[in-house]
């Protein structure tokens, strides 16, 4: 079962190949950012984490729009149960988006009623500096 969920970017950033190595500083600053916005998805805190979005993001689904997305595409997923990194990609160019610093972060991720789940999550370094997630996607 494939799951959709937020902006055409996400979707995209799977096709994305590595174009610089990028700063372990820099992984680990999305990292933290992706982390963090993800947390206000697993308490259903779903207005929040449109607000804490990156402006790529924002600027492609409303609000309304998102938080009926999410429920839908979360909700019959149940609880968290897990979440592992696989793997973090640095890159500055994404399909379809405009360039700049993004990662693509792979989490093998379990869920109370789907027992394997793969979540992309791509933050990107936002006009002000900082790093904000600009798409998600459950596969």
Do not use: C, N
């Not at 970017?9 to 992706?34: C, D």
Request: glycine share 8%; proline share 6%.
């Amino acid at each position: 079962m494939k799951l959709g969920i937020a902006v055409t970017v996400v979707a995209l950033a799977l096709l994305a190949p590595a174009v610089h190595a990028g700063e372990p500083a820099t992984v680990a600053h999305a990292k933290a950012a992706a982390e963090a916005w993800l947390a206000l998805i697993d308490a259903g805190r779903y207005a929040e984490s449109w607000v804490a979005a990156a402006s790529l993001f924002t600027a492609a689904v409303t609000q309304p729009d998102w938080e009926r997305m999410v429920k839908a595409g979360r909700g019959p997923l149940g609880r968290l149960t897990s979440r592992t990194l696989q793997s973090a990609t640095f890159t500055r160019t994404l399909p379809g988006a405009p360039d700049g610093e993004y990662v693509v972060l792979r989490y093998a991720t379990l869920f109370e009623r789907k027992a394997s789940a793969v979540e992309i999550v791509t933050p990107m370094r936002d006009p002000d500096g900082a790093w904000r997630v600009a798409g998600y996607y459950i596969q």
